[in-house]
């Protein structure tokens, strides 16, 4: 659950929202990344979870596919 005040008013937040978390993330729970998916008010909206990401996606064995989705999704 987020617990941040900030995240109170995520229902604000209406641009488009790309959102990347690795499941194996050790600092950052993928769960949060979850919640801001859901709590968040943009109309256009993705949520990507790699199953065996960590927390720098873009230093991980995963990025071959990180990289695709962020070409893919811009």
């Not at 995240?7 to 488009?16: A, N």
């Not at 194996?24 to 199953?51: C, I, P, Q, W």
């Not at 991980?60 to 999704?73: A, L, Q, S, T, Y």
Request: proline content about 1%.
């Amino acid at each position: 659950m987020l617990i941040s005040k900030e995240f109170l008013f995520i229902f604000r937040f209406t641009q488009p929202l790309l959102i990347l978390h690795g499941k194996e993330d050790k600092v950052a729970s993928h769960m949060n990344s979850v919640e801001l998916y859901r709590e968040s008010g943009s109309k256009e909206k993705t949520l990507k979870l790699f199953d065996k990401g960590f927390h720098e996606l873009q230093n991980d064995v995963e990025f071959g596919r990180v990289k695709n989705v962020v070409i893919n999704w811009c």
